[in-house]
């Protein structure tokens, strides 16, 4: 073994550890990234078999309807994604395994290691959206409307979506504990996913003014809503500018009250 | 009392050498570790969700005192100073407050009140210092099971900033020395207790700390596996390291520790060495005489034994203490004969840390 040092030589930058720390996660979610496909783009592509083939073949939904899901399904692979990617391995942390405190023993502050885990939901969100908008157009075959021409647009509301549901994820992680993780996806996830304008422009909500207006609550409206106006903008859609301010103040919130816990729960 | 510090002496500056005529000073030795009034409260809600839950202290559920408003004290104004190089040992039951004063000290508690210095960096003020200067083995292993063995390792030196080339030779130099290095491609949920724990020390070794701390590293390990662990502590500590131990092992912080502190209920009871404080246990070997029901007359007719210095009578059990160890054996059974008592078992401990600890609490340590 080596001698204790005489002075601790690597004075790392806090940047280094940060990179050290997301590559460990980038490293395995390579080695679990069909597994990590299949649990997050699964329902969403299920979903597109359905709505965006089945039904639209046999008659009972318009071909138009195809413009108004493909948006939304992305967004529910984007979101879902990256929620998963960050609460799921840390409720098993903070849960029983306690395996986070390596990294919790870093010489870097606590939001540091806080934000890694964000930005690596967000990465995971962005693998899994790119995965599922390929598959989906070849399944729904042409969409009336479909266009890429506003591709930095699309890249702002990927990113400010992945990362408002990558920090509901830290907040999730630090909260829930393992027995109940089950019944947050059915009771809040779901739930979230079928409010969230997924699968209906939220302009059309007008035949129910109260239910319109009460899934503003709901983070994934705006990330639906947000992909609506990038990738098929002909489609009723939020005005991006309200889109991306709604997103920014989720965003605010989310980091606020998941770093709250997250110190709480890594603090002992 | 001196204790031996085996830490290679601190090289002079540069400038020192280089400077005719200048005298050099040594610096000043600072204690590796130092907590004044050290303190800790649980409020009962936090105390309620963590009980049992692995990494926060178990000490809270049970044993330490619960005052009226639902708070527990896990620590009372603990004062501690430890040496550069020395072995410590915290020595103490469930609930002493052990873990707690681990986790203030390696800056994963933040306490509620005092001091706790390491190597000159405040656990409160500078947390990211006092995180490299240290090494932590934890109660349990909690190996990154999503990396494999030597991955545990290089991954851990990444996040203290060591360059690849630099973690990988250290890692298989400690793979090796610590007897795993086979293992070095494995999955750690394939190594055994023991070998995880060696990958614990490992770990806490790669960026080369100069104060490990071990949080009970012997619990739940057989015979073999702790013997081989004491070995390795010992060879760290040969080299000069600090070494901070948590035991409720009595055998345990006597053949290992170079000082002993003994805590109960988050107060410190006694700090010296083994030997020293062995020396404090009272009245020499004790003698637990477990009879077929409690007698008092056995138990005055014991006292009048020459070489017991003390006998009292606890339920079906007399504890007396014989300053002639087992020879006045005979006279105890003599004497509980003579009062018609059967005795059910005998139970003879030498002067040990745990008839101190027994005479300080009025408990036994485990």
């Given at each position: 073994m080596t001698p204790p040092p005489?002075?601790?030589?690597?004075?790392?930058?806090a940047g280094r550890i940060f990179l050290a720390l997301l590559r460990r996660d980038i490293r395995v979610a390579r080695r679990e990234l069909p597994y990590f496909l299949l649990r997050t783009t699964l329902q969403p592509l299920l979903f597109i078999v359905v709505f965006g083939l089945l039904l639209p073949r046999m008659g009972?939904?318009?071909?138009?309807y195809k413009a108004a899901l493909l948006p939304g399904v992305i967004a529910v692979s984007l979101a879902f994604s990256s929620v998963q990617s960050v609460a799921l391995p840390m409720v098993a942390d903070f849960g029983?395994?306690?395996?986070i405190e390596d990294r919790l023993l870093a010489p870097i502050s606590i939001e540091l290691i806080a934000l890694e885990k964000i930005v690596s939901g967000v990465i995971q969100g962005l693998i899994a959206a790119l995965f599922v908008l390929p598959l989906a157009r070849l399944i729904m075959g042409p969409i009336v409307g479909?266009?890429?021409?506003?591709f930095a647009l699309v890249i702002v509301v990927t990113l400010l979506g992945a990362t408002a549901f990558s920090m509901l994820g830290l907040l999730m992680g630090a909260l829930v504990n393992p027995q109940q993780i089950g019944l947050m996806f059915s009771v809040v996830v779901a739930p979230m996913i079928f409010f969230g304008c997924a699968y209906y422009p939220?302009?059309?909500?007008s035949i129910f003014p109260a239910m319109k207006y009460a899934v503003?609550?709901?983070?994934?409206v705006y990330v639906s809503e947000g992909m609506r106006g990038v990738?098929?903008?002909?489609?009723p859609h939020m005005d991006l500018r309200a889109v991306s301010g709604a997103l920014i103040v989720i965003i605010a919130i989310f980091w606020t009250l998941g770093m709250r816990s997250f110190t709480k729960r890594a603090m002992g | 009392m001196p204790h031996v510090i085996l830490r290679a002496p601190a090289e002079p500056p540069a400038a020192a050498l280089h400077s005719p005529g200048a005298i050099y000073i040594p610096p000043v030795p600072i204690a590796a570790i130092r907590t004044e009034q050290l303190r800790k409260v649980y409020t009962m809600s936090v105390a309620k969700t963590a009980r049992?839950?692995?990494?926060?202290?178990?000490e809270m559920s049970r044993g330490a005192p619960e005052r009226p408003g639902?708070?527990?004290?896990?620590?009372?104004?603990l004062d501690l100073q430890i040496e550069s190089g020395e072995f410590f040992g915290l020595l103490?039951?469930?609930?002493?407050g052990k873990t707690t004063t681990i986790g203030i000290c390696t800056t994963r508690v933040i306490p509620t009140s005092g001091t706790a210095v390491i190597e000159g960096a405040?656990?409160?003020?500078q947390p990211t210092l006092v995180r490299q200067r240290i090494g932590v083995v934890p109660q349990r292993p909690n190996p990154d099971?999503?990396?494999?063995v030597r991955e545990n390792l290089v991954f851990h030196a990444a996040y203290f900033g060591i360059a690849r080339a630099v973690a990988t030779a250290r890692a298989t130099a400690l793979l090796d020395k610590l007897g795993i290095l086979e293992k070095a491609?494995?999955?750690?949920?394939?190594?055994?207790g023991g070998q995880q724990q060696r990958l614990m020390i490992a770990r806490a070794l790669i960026h080369q700390p100069g104060v490990i701390f071990l949080d009970?590293?012997?619990?739940?390990?057989d015979p073999q596996a702790r013997i081989d662990l004491w070995t390795i502590l010992r060879e760290l500590h040969a080299q000069g390291r600090t070494i901070v131990m948590t035991t409720h092992y009595m055998e345990e912080a006597d053949q290992l520790c170079e000082r002993v502190a003994i805590v109960d209920q988050g107060r410190l009871l006694a700090i010296d060495t083994p030997a020293a404080l062995k020396a404090r246990a009272p009245g020499g070997t004790m003698i637990d005489l477990v009879l077929d029901s409690g007698d008092e007359s056995v138990a005055a007719a014991v006292r009048a034994i020459?070489?017991?210095s003390s006998a009292t009578l606890r339920g079906d059990t007399l504890r007396a203490y014989s300053d002639r160890g087992g020879e006045v054996i005979a006279a105890l059974l003599a004497a509980a004969a003579a009062h018609e008592r059967e005795v059910r078992d005998i139970h003879l401990a030498p002067p040990s840390l745990e008839t101190l600890f027994i005479s300080l609490t009025g408990r036994q340590l485990t």
């Amino acid at each position: 073994m080596t001698p204790p040092p005489t002075d601790v030589a690597q004075r790392a930058t806090a940047g280094r550890i940060f990179l050290a720390l997301l590559r460990r996660d980038i490293r395995v979610a390579r080695r679990e990234l069909p597994y990590f496909l299949l649990r997050t783009t699964l329902q969403p592509l299920l979903f597109i078999v359905v709505f965006g083939l089945l039904l639209p073949r046999m008659g009972f939904v318009g071909e138009s309807y195809k413009a108004a899901l493909l948006p939304g399904v992305i967004a529910v692979s984007l979101a879902f994604s990256s929620v998963q990617s960050v609460a799921l391995p840390m409720v098993a942390d903070f849960g029983w395994t306690r395996e986070i405190e390596d990294r919790l023993l870093a010489p870097i502050s606590i939001e540091l290691i806080a934000l890694e885990k964000i930005v690596s939901g967000v990465i995971q969100g962005l693998i899994a959206a790119l995965f599922v908008l390929p598959l989906a157009r070849l399944i729904m075959g042409p969409i009336v409307g479909l266009t890429v021409a506003h591709f930095a647009l699309v890249i702002v509301v990927t990113l400010l979506g992945a990362t408002a549901f990558s920090m509901l994820g830290l907040l999730m992680g630090a909260l829930v504990n393992p027995q109940q993780i089950g019944l947050m996806f059915s009771v809040v996830v779901a739930p979230m996913i079928f409010f969230g304008c997924a699968y209906y422009p939220w302009q059309n909500l007008s035949i129910f003014p109260a239910m319109k207006y009460a899934v503003l609550l709901n983070p994934l409206v705006y990330v639906s809503e947000g992909m609506r106006g990038v990738l098929t903008p002909a489609m009723p859609h939020m005005d991006l500018r309200a889109v991306s301010g709604a997103l920014i103040v989720i965003i605010a919130i989310f980091w606020t009250l998941g770093m709250r816990s997250f110190t709480k729960r890594a603090m002992g | 009392m001196p204790h031996v510090i085996l830490r290679a002496p601190a090289e002079p500056p540069a400038a020192a050498l280089h400077s005719p005529g200048a005298i050099y000073i040594p610096p000043v030795p600072i204690a590796a570790i130092r907590t004044e009034q050290l303190r800790k409260v649980y409020t009962m809600s936090v105390a309620k969700t963590a009980r049992g839950a692995p990494g926060i202290p178990i000490e809270m559920s049970r044993g330490a005192p619960e005052r009226p408003g639902g708070e527990v004290v896990a620590l009372d104004s603990l004062d501690l100073q430890i040496e550069s190089g020395e072995f410590f040992g915290l020595l103490g039951p469930n609930g002493a407050g052990k873990t707690t004063t681990i986790g203030i000290c390696t800056t994963r508690v933040i306490p509620t009140s005092g001091t706790a210095v390491i190597e000159g960096a405040d656990v409160r003020m500078q947390p990211t210092l006092v995180r490299q200067r240290i090494g932590v083995v934890p109660q349990r292993p909690n190996p990154d099971s999503s990396l494999n063995v030597r991955e545990n390792l290089v991954f851990h030196a990444a996040y203290f900033g060591i360059a690849r080339a630099v973690a990988t030779a250290r890692a298989t130099a400690l793979l090796d020395k610590l007897g795993i290095l086979e293992k070095a491609e494995a999955k750690v949920n394939q190594l055994s207790g023991g070998q995880q724990q060696r990958l614990m020390i490992a770990r806490a070794l790669i960026h080369q700390p100069g104060v490990i701390f071990l949080d009970e590293p012997t619990v739940g390990l057989d015979p073999q596996a702790r013997i081989d662990l004491w070995t390795i502590l010992r060879e760290l500590h040969a080299q000069g390291r600090t070494i901070v131990m948590t035991t409720h092992y009595m055998e345990e912080a006597d053949q290992l520790c170079e000082r002993v502190a003994i805590v109960d209920q988050g107060r410190l009871l006694a700090i010296d060495t083994p030997a020293a404080l062995k020396a404090r246990a009272p009245g020499g070997t004790m003698i637990d005489l477990v009879l077929d029901s409690g007698d008092e007359s056995v138990a005055a007719a014991v006292r009048a034994i020459p070489g017991v210095s003390s006998a009292t009578l606890r339920g079906d059990t007399l504890r007396a203490y014989s300053d002639r160890g087992g020879e006045v054996i005979a006279a105890l059974l003599a004497a509980a004969a003579a009062h018609e008592r059967e005795v059910r078992d005998i139970h003879l401990a030498p002067p040990s840390l745990e008839t101190l600890f027994i005479s300080l609490t009025g408990r036994q340590l485990t």
